[in-house]
């Protein structure tokens, strides 16, 4: 063949191969293909929902690039740092006279210390820094660390963050003056008792009298009625808040014939949203609810991309092939926990998460969803220790009425911290938001039982984490000591 | 409906006309917009130190004022209080920024640093009643930068400062000059 034809021929093939990858890009398949690199954490659940974190328009510059992704990262994280006092946001660092800190780590944008799609370099909380990243900034002039604090003198800078001393972004239940406050109080209080629990678990049960009444008045069709469902409901809190059958199984309807005409024999995971607002929306910010994450984009709609890349009407035909060939919403409606990235157990494999899965509709028995339900799935040796932990002794205790309510601590007071309003109890669904750093915890849960000091010391050890705080802490983290030593001796260590 | 930064624009220039400053239909020079500007927040800061804090926390001592606001259900610290509108205004706009430094500064991270910083700082701590201007250059831009001094109006001003564990400096009084404010617009 002729050069001028084997060129011809390149190029044909060239632009076509690329043509093929553009419109799977674009407007098709599946895209797992184009990522560069495993995400971490949470973010593999709508990994490949590209466009929730790449927003920007094709062919962009580079700085715009930066600007559009680290915006996203904000949409989400915002109210989390908020809720932190960061210590160090993104605005303190937007002031020009912190440029020369731009030049060590940037810290206007959170990709310079998380990067996605790296696992080979990711740490935990998806850092993708050396762990001595401190040194950057905390090490010479006005903020050497040294300096200020002699009793640091002799520390390295890989154990700023690993000692459970330092958190980059929340300091909460770490800063000095908060550390002096609670100096000298016992391991454990006179009342270990969980405020919020106290409340939510002191709740009176309906009596027998109380359960015939309620039996007497269900509206329900008849083939629906007889069951046990009809006892559990009549002992739950949802009879005694006046929430008939026809309130979950016929939202919409009013009088008895009515419900039976729209009785829906398995209400979806939207009734209960209906009324448990605060726990859907908290559940969907979570590892087990992502999929419903607000944030997350859109599955790809073809009429819209085909707009973009310039075709502006195209036929209703072209768009429903579209529609039929894009297979995979992006991302799947609900997460599986075959899709899980942690230690379950082989029987729990193949099973969707919603409301009921953790809580049985009729009986609203909360011990299963604040344990049982956990450890049915979950097999990491922190769950497989739980049941034989001093935390849970309690609860045994308390239910044998040893106790009083609000002692034991199930998976629940931990893991999905509960929080009091005027007399109303709301348990945050978002099971991992005080998860990482672990000092998270300190405040919201820990502290309502022991000491700041036991408590920092009990979540460094990450062995006794494991054993699920069987024993007592192997060391003991020296920060109180330090920071009451610098207020009671000023000379010797403040900067007076 | 105006955008916040053409509120801000129109602000300053109404009260650029109402001073008889140099205001023109050309704009103004940088000099009198930072002065302009130094104007709003150091009267606003003065109302907060006086009329919040002082009176509610050192005379009346009915509520204290603490930098964990929060936790100790407090009042915010006057230059917390400048701080959180200096970071609402960066988060807004990169016009022109601000922050209140010092050379004696309790917090660190408000120790100059750049030279012109500390320059400034020097320059109105030695010639008391004088503003400072000046022109440096910040991560490849130019910026105009102007000094005023930060003066102690309040004994909530010095006792606190003078008894602080973390307070390099332990003799302020009225009257005197405790740092500066420092603000930049990019040239």
Known sequence: ?496 | MMTPMAKVKALIVGAGVALGGSASADGMDYETVTDLLHLVMSSDRTVYTRMIVNRLAVEEGVIKASEHFEDDKALVLPAQMFRFGSEMVAEETDEFSYSLLSLWPINKQNAPTTPMEKEGLEYIAANPGENFYGEEELGGETYFTAVYPDIAVAEACWACHNDHKDTPRTDFKAGDVMGGVVIRIPM
């Open chain 1, 1 to 496: 063949m002729k050069t001028g034809t084997l060129w011809i021929l390149w190029i044909a093939l060239t632009l076509g191969l690329a043509a093929a990858a553009s419109a799977r890009l674009y407007v098709g398949g599946d895209r797992t293909v184009f990522q560069p690199g495993e995400t971490s954490g949470v973010h593999h659940q709508f990994e490949v929902s590209c466009e929730t974190c790449h927003t920007s328009e094709p062919f962009e510059d580079q700085a715009s690039i930066r600007k559009d992704l680290n915006k996203t990262c904000v949409t989400c994280h915002k109210e989390e740092l908020k809720a932190a006092d960061d210590s160090h946001p993104i605005k303190k660092f937007k002031n020009p006279r912190m440029a020369a800190y731009w030049d060590r780590i940037d810290a206007r944008y959170c990709t310079s210390c998380h990067s996605e799609h790296e696992p080979e370099i990711t740490e935990a909380g998806l850092l993708t820094l050396p762990g001595d990243y401190c040194v950057a900034c905390h090490s010479e002039g006005e903020q050497d660390v040294r300096v200020n604090r002699p009793s640091h003198l002799g520390l390295t800078f890989d154990t700023c963050a690993s000692s459970g001393c330092h958190n980059y972004h929340d300091n909460k239940a770490l800063y000095e003056d908060f550390l002096v406050k609670h100096a000298g109080e016992p391991w454990l209080a006179d009342d270990p008792t969980h405020p919020p629990s106290v409340i939510a678990r002191a709740r009176p049960r309906a009596d027998a009298s109380e359960i015939e009444t309620y039996l007497a008045a269900i509206v329900a069709p008849e083939d629906a009625q007889g069951t046990e469902a009809d006892t559990h409901w009549a002992a739950s809190a949802h009879a005694a808040a006046d929430v008939g059958c026809g309130g979950c199984h016929a939202p919409d309807a009013e009088t008895p014939a009515e419900i039976e005409a729209a009785w829906e024999p398995a209400p979806g995971e939207q009734v209960c949203a209906s009324c448990h607002r605060g726990q859907a929306k908290t559940f969907a910010l979570g590892r087990h609810g992502m999929r419903r994450h607000p944030e997350l984009a859109n599955p790809r709609d073809p009429e819209r991309m085909l707009k973009r890349l310039g075709w502006s009407e195209p036929p209703e035909m072209v768009v429903s092939a579209l529609e039929d060939y894009l297979a995979d919403p992006a991302p799947a409606p609900l997460m599986s926990t075959s899709e899980a990235r942690v230690d379950l157990h082989a029987e729990a494999m193949g099973r969707d998460l919603t409301c009921a899965t953790c809580h049985a509709p009729h009986e609203q028995d909360l011990s299963f969803a604040s344990t049982g339900a956990c450890l049915t799935c979950h097999s990491d040796d922190h769950s497989l220790a739980y049941e034989d932990s001093a935390h849970h002794d309690l609860v045994l205790a308390e239910m044998a009425g040893d106790l009083p309510p609000g002692s034991g601590v199930t998976c629940a007071t931990c893991h999905m911290s509960t929080s009091e309003r005027r007399g109303v109890v709301m348990t945050n669904h978002n099971q991992n938001d005080t998860l990482r750093p672990n000092e998270k915890m300190i405040r919201p849960v820990c502290m309502s039982c022991h000491s700041l000091e036991f408590s920092i010391d009990a979540l460094a050890d990450a062995d006794l984490v494991q054993r699920n705080f069987q024993g007592t802490p192997d060391r003991h983290i020296e920060s109180i000591d330090w920071a009451v030593k610098r207020v009671d001796q000023p000379d010797q260590g403040s900067n007076q």
